[in-house]
């Protein structure tokens, strides 16, 4: 059997199901669903493709654009807008469903990625950016309702584990692929060459998910208006991450630090009670259920990439490998986070789930626990191929697995706003743990990580501020391990 494949066949048969085929005719490549797995899978593929291949691009770009010193704004005007889209396409999808958001999104990230193939000027660039933002925001939302309303609760874990495998291909050949265009035929068709392929998920999804998940959640019910509150709150959201970052930006200027206090404290101030009214009422003290789900998916998210961030900067200065082997070094992680995911989606692993996440868990802390054992000379350095490794195993266990108990513990007309919450949790923790170990990196005597030459940082990087990176981040994991107790409610539903 493979991960796409569902139940045993004595499971009951759901209304989506077609009577009297055979069990794999029901499953998420069946005939009831192929069209629209095909479809979603493809547009996970090409979000996937685009955010492993555009990084490598981007270098070149901003030089070739003369706007080097905006380098950052490239990345995070497409955090920032992404954060609103995301609030945004929950509100859309629970109150028409999410055929609009999703073909909204689709052609707003290709039209993104057109403006910045086409940019003549860094501003027009960053621009083009930020539309890729939110369209990859209202896709991944919606997408997450098309699965809540599509498939059958059985069937959810197997369509999740197919979206992480998505990403496998995409992280090992994207890279690869887009230096090659990039050096053969310009860093331009990066860009523009990815929305011819647009055409194809939007021809194989929209009709099925018309036909599957389209309308409000419930048919009889009126159809709900907009919440204001929320979208003020996610406006919020987004510029408050924006003027953090833009704060961080201006520290690193010297003279600028001490205006940069300025856009860091407004920043702060509209992001803490956005952030507050956005996620589940009791995230932060991990009240049992909803909260903790979504508060587990940014401890893990948080802190597993905040500590990946820095393992190819340790290879490179610490035990002197080649870029290309450093990241080697965690290109087996992709096959061992999309086998997680793959094991967590069998049925017969359902009754074990709340065993599962802890473990995956534990698993992520020990990894990055184990990371900075390279720096001991005489620990060899594929210690740390192995430990990622058995880091993303684990988080192919804990990222699935929240994904699923966000659709579990979710009604129908709550699972766009939920799975806003959730990516909100998982993007927002990605960047607060990331420029906290930055901070702790540089005030250790970590020195430029951007340095172009290896020999510079190497003379700059002190161990410690590496191991002042990893084991905080193996904390803040081994802290999630608690919290992956507390998923369900106390009486297990």
């Not at 291949?53 to 905006?70: D, F, I, S, Y």
């Not at 309308?215 to 510029?239: E, K, N, W």
């Not at 350095?381 to 990622?388: D, H, K, N």
Request: hydrophobic share 55%; charged share 10%.
């Amino acid at each position: 059997m493979t991960a796409l494949e569902p139940r045993d066949a004595e499971v009951a048969p759901e209304a989506d199901e077609i009577p009297g085929e055979p069990a794999d005719h029901n499953g998420v490549l069946g005939r009831a669903h192929r069209a629209l797995s095909i479809g979603i899978i493809a547009v996970v593929l090409l979000i996937a493709f685009e955010a492993t291949a555009v990084g490598t691009a981007m270098p070149v770009a901003a030089r070739e654009l003369n706007g080097v010193p905006l380098y950052a704004f490239a990345f995070s005007s497409y955090f920032t807008t992404s954060l609103f889209a995301m609030v945004l396409s929950g509100q859309w999808a629970d109150r028409t469903g999410p055929l609009a958001p999703l073909a909204t999104g689709i052609s707003a990230f290709g039209a993104g990625l057109l403006l910045s193939g086409t940019a003549d000027a860094m501003w027009l660039f960053i621009l083009g950016r930020a539309v890729q933002g939110l369209g990859g925001g209202l896709v991944i939302v919606a997408l997450y309702v098309v699965v809540s309303r599509a498939y059958p609760s059985r069937l959810q874990p197997a369509i999740l584990a197919a979206f992480s495998a998505s990403w496998v291909v995409p992280s090992v050949v994207g890279p690869l692929v887009s230096g090659t265009v990039t050096e053969q035929l310009g860093w331009r068709w990066v860009f523009v060459g990815i929305p011819a392929l647009v055409v194809f998920p939007l021809a194989i999804a929209l009709p099925a998910i018309r036909r599957t998940a389209s309308g409000p959640a419930d048919a009889g019910a009126p159809v709900p208006a907009f919440d204001r509150r929320r979208i003020r709150l996610a406006l919020g959201i987004s510029l408050g991450a924006g003027l953090l970052q833009y704060a961080g930006q201006a520290a690193s200027v010297q003279g600028a630090r001490w205006l940069s206090l300025v856009p860091a404290a407004v920043g702060g101030a509209l992001l803490v009670p956005a952030v507050l009214g956005l996620l589940p009422r009791g995230t932060y003290r991990a009240a049992r259920g909803l909260p903790s789900v979504v508060l587990l998916r940014g401890i893990a998210a948080g802190s597993f990439i905040a500590a990946e961030s820095f393992v190819p900067l340790m290879l490179v200065t610490q035990r002197g490998l080649s870029p290309t082997l450093a990241g080697l070094s965690l290109a087996v992680g992709g096959a061992t986070w999309a086998f997680g995911s793959y094991v967590q989606s069998r049925p017969r692993m359902e009754p074990y789930r709340e065993r599962l996440v802890p473990a995956g868990m534990v698993l992520v802390a020990a990894a990055v626990a184990t990371a900075p054992t390279v720096l001991i000379a005489a620990v060899p350095v594929w210690i740390v191929a192995v430990a990622w490794g058995v880091g993303c195993f684990g988080m192919g266990l804990v990222i699935a697995s929240t994904s699923v108990l966000l659709l579990k513990l979710s009604a129908p007309h709550e699972a766009g706003s939920n799975s806003a919450a959730l990516q909100i949790s998982d993007g927002l923790s990605n960047v607060m743990l990331l420029a906290v170990g930055g901070a702790v990196f540089a005030a250790l005597g970590g020195g430029a990580v951007g340095a172009p030459h290896a020999a510079a940082t190497t003379s700059a990087s002190h161990p410690a501020a590496f191991a002042a990176v990893f084991l905080p981040m193996a904390g803040v994991a081994l802290a999630g391990a608690w919290v992956a107790t507390r998923l369900l409610p106390k009486d297990g539903a």
